[in-house]
């Protein structure tokens, strides 16, 4: 079965020339290839790390909080993510959980693409500076 491939598209900065203050928010892409790929590259994790740090929302999904384990901002965070890298989540120290989407103060979360409405939903809610259920917890 081959991949359904997103296309080519043109990059207009670099993340070594990236400054948080410059974003509202930060998406860290799902799937394998771009977060292995991006867990390895040093300014993108020291991006991701400094973002994480501003207190900026910042979201993950499927195999995104991959970096956020690079940039060691995992730790003491209840996240959630793809079933096979749970294990890596929890090793890093992060409290884990299976639901369709998690906020953590700053960092939102969610396992896979069939999660992408209540994924999308917290997003939205945090840009607009609404309480979505799962901030609602006791």
Do not use: Y
Request: aromatic share 4%; proline share 6%.
């Amino acid at each position: 079965m081959a991949a359904d491939l997103a296309g080519t598209f043109t990059v207009d900065g670099v993340d070594a020339d990236a400054s948080v203050g410059d974003h509202d928010a930060l998406l860290l892409p799902g799937g394998t290839v771009n977060p292995d790929q991006l867990r390895v590259d040093k300014d993108g994790v020291s991006f991701v790390r400094d973002f994480v740090r501003s207190g900026r929302p910042v979201a993950a999904i499927c195999h995104g909080p991959w970096t956020l384990i690079e940039a060691g901002v995992a730790a003491g965070r209840t996240l959630t993510s793809f079933p096979n890298i749970r294990t890596d989540l929890c090793n890093a120290g992060a409290d884990v959980v299976d639901q369709d989407v998690v906020v953590d103060k700053n960092l939102i979360t969610s396992r896979s693409p069939e999660d992408l409405p209540a994924f999308s939903e917290a997003i939205v809610s945090r840009l607009a500076g609404t309480t979505t259920k799962e901030e609602e917890k006791p």
